[in-house]
């Protein structure tokens, strides 16, 4: 029996990962594609004349064992990969991408979802029931419905080779990051703090080296690169680090960054834009390029002068350490932690014992439970890896959610951080409560130390799980984190705000040997440099974004690196800082379609977190419960089921300005 294929009957209907093996995912997938396409293939041929229940709704209740073998297989692959799923994956893009093609270019479909929109007028629709007929009108209109012959051909050609090139992106990047390391002597620690020296052998033994080494794990390499005073190894690591899709060979990634742009140029040109860029910020709060890039352009001034500034200071202190020459992009962070410490008086590894991981965790439930009134009682279920935690989220008693932590390192997880649902929230056609997980990259240790910055990645992955769970709509195509890419963010970002609530650390930063509060001064001194380095923290993260959007606009380049370089120059990019993301390596732009043209998204959402963080403070502080009602109210529960200004206008009484988040990142004039 083909578990994958049967309504499951465990806790809260959690995906039985114990009785799934890697053989049942291929037969699984081949059915349910084949019964979901009869399902559509029903709705599109009905007799019956076009109504919302027996086209929209119908539509709304396809796909049900699709939906549980797409959403069990990828939270698999993406966090505990294996060669046996790589090959999977490399096998179900093409066909993912042939089926839902095929499904959004039916004009037997598409002309009951036209004739349901063009009534719509007459049909009293619920709001929300207007929102979904709309986004799915769109949906087809955008994905070229419109398109025959020899066009309709080549558009179906053209989403086929781009999910093939996406999933080959991906596991090129991961395979440059699991291959790589770098062994250390003994001598090759001094200096180091204890977190990173355990974090070195813990990643020794994971690799099986027969001693500590230096692998390409954010968690690791980052503060081998902040606390190291052999510059020679940290170059190592760093051009290690940057060279990541870009070393030859067939893990190369340019030539895939390279054909994915002029593919999505040329599926633009199809559907009647002048860019890609144009074509797929058209949904989004931003609507255009000029909007991007004017919001960027306001903040990369400030960024780059600040950024300036720092390093004429920190090189000052890389010549008086004996070291000649220039400030490289391998030094920075070393020198930054010392004037940190110097002038913030805060040691990253004084500061990391009171950054315990579970006591963070504790922190950002609770920060929930005070909010929203939710409560976390840990389950006991088989999940996909021993590492992996789960929760039951209730309020008032009754069940809200299932909450997954995915939280350490390993070779078979992709790098960064993300929140993803294997089932989201709904009420038709059936109730339907959300599993939702959060998988990190933190470094393992007993117990497990964050960073500050860490910790920030903590709340910002669980304000994404939050706008999950919380969600309260009908339609499962609108709930949770179904919005506007750069409206996605402000949950997550807005949630890294109660971090910064002194009683929030005065109660959860303690420290791992005695079980003391975090002393006043020092957690002062935290508060204090929230923004120390500010300059360059975002002009990494801007010249990554300002390079995507020119990638996406006017003609694809044919050498990307020279184009990378030429928008680099063009902005005057401080030498010693690189892209927060250099293209051999921007999974969020080419490892799918999700953020490309769209990497601002998290600067368009912290103009809105900043603002609405201010909206707490004004009212009477963090937990203001009017407040935290607001917004649970208009952003968290509502999924995509207005026109996100309209949201966000509903929870302040206005849109912001950037003045908040200059003000937040320490750039205001």
């Known amino acids: 029996m083909n578990m994958l294929l049967q309504d499951w009957t465990t806790p809260f209907g959690i ?143 053209i989403k086929g080779r781009l999910a093939v090139l996406g999933t080959q992106f991906t596991q090129n990047l991961l395979s440059d990051e699991r291959s790589w390391v770098m062994k250390l002597e003994e001598a090759d620690l001094e200096g180091l703090p204890d977190f990173v ?3 070195a052998r813990a990643a020794g033994e994971e690799k099986k080296t027969g001693g500590p080494v230096v692998t390409l794990s954010r968690s690791l390499i980052t503060p081998f690169l902040q606390f190291s005073p052999r510059r020679d190894l940290r170059e190592r690591a760093f051009k290690a680090w940057e060279a990541r899709g870009a070393n030859g060979g067939e893990t190369d990634n340019r030539a895939i960054a390279a054909e994915t742009l002029a593919l999505r140029k040329e599926r633009a040109a199809l559907l009647g834009y002048d860019s890609f860029a144009d074509y797929k910020l058209e949904t989004e709060m931003a609507k255009t390029p000029e909007a991007v890039r004017d919001l960027l352009m306001q903040v990369w001034e400030p960024a780059k002068a600040q950024a300036n500034a720092d390093a004429e200071i920190l090189t000052l202190m890389m010549h008086a350490d004996g070291v000649n020459g220039d400030l490289a992009p391998w030094d920075w962070r070393y020198y930054a932690q010392i004037r940190r410490a110097a002038e913030h008086d805060l040691d990253e590894a004084t500061l990391k014992p009171y950054f315990q991981l579970d006591r963070m965790i504790e922190a950002s439930f609770s920060c929930a439970t005070r909010l929203f009134g939710l ?71 007993d117990p497990a130390l964050l960073s500050y910055d860490d910790a920030r990645t903590l709340f910002h992955e669980f304000g994404h799980a939050l706008h999950q769970m919380l969600s309260n709509v009908t339609y499962e195509s609108i709930s949770g984190t179904s919005v506007a890419r750069d409206f996605v963010e402000l949950p997550s970002q807005l949630y890294e705000h109660w971090l910064e609530v002194p009683e929030v650390l005065e109660e959860f930063a303690t420290h791992a040997k005695t079980g003391e509060a975090m002393p006043r001064e020092m957690l002062d ?42 928008v680099l120059a063009g902005i005057g990019m401080p030498s010693a800082i ?30 809105m977190d900043a603002d609405a963080f201010e909206a707490f403070e004004e009212a009477g502080g963090a937990f203001d419960p009017e407040r935290a009602k607001a917004l649970e109210d208009h952003i968290l529960s509502t999924g995509g089921s207005r026109d996100a200004a309209e949201l966000y206008v509903a929870f302040r009484g206005r849109l912001p300005g950037v003045e908040a988040l200059l003000k937040g990142r320490g750039l205001a004039a």
């Open 197 to 199: 020296v355990d974090a």
């Open 525 to 566: 001194k935290v508060l204090g440099a929230a923004t120390f380095d500010m300059g360059f923290a975002t002009v990494e993260y801007v010249a990554s974004a300002l390079v995507d959007l020119s990638f996406h606009e006017g003609e694809a380049p044919a050498d990307v690196m020279a184009k990378q370089g030429e």
């Open 375 to 445: 409560e976390f009682k840990p389950l006991d279920v088989p999940l996909y890896h021993a590492d992996c935690r789960a929760w039951e989220v209730t309020r008032n008693g009754e069940h809200v959610a299932v909450f997954i932590g995915d939280y350490f390192a390993r070779g078979s997880k992709r790098s960064g951080a993300w929140c993803s649902a294997m089932r989201s929230q709904a009420k038709f056609p059936k109730v339907q409560t959300p599993v939702v997980i959060n998988v990190c990259n933190f470094a393992k240790g």
């Open 578 to 607: 690189t892209m927060r993301h250099a293209t051999p390596q921007f999974a969020h732009v080419f490892s799918g379609d999700g953020y490309s043209s769209g990497y601002y998204s998290y600067m368009w959402s912290e103009v």
């Open 15 to 157: 995906a039985p990962f114990d009785q799934i093996s890697d053989e049942d995912f291929a037969p699984a997938l081949e059915e349910a594609l084949a019964a979901h396409k009869a399902e559509m293939e029903a709705i599109a041929n009905n007799p019956e004349p076009a109504t919302f229940a027996n086209t929209v709704e119908a539509s709304a209740k396809t796909g049900h064992f699709l939906n549980q073998v797409l959403g069990t297989f990828y939270t698999v692959a993406g966090a505990d990969s294996t060669p046996a799923r790589e090959a999977l994956q490399r096998d179900f893009s093409p066909l993912l991408s042939a089926h839902f093609s095929e499904i959004s270019s039916n004009k037997d479909l598409y002309a009951r979802f036209k004739t349901v929109w063009d009534a719509r007028e007459t049909l009293d629709l619920t709001p929300e029931q207007e929102r979904v007929l709309m986004l799915e009108h769109r949906g087809f209109v955008r994905a070229g419905v419109a398109l025959t012959g020899a066009d309709e051909a080549r558009m179906k050609e």
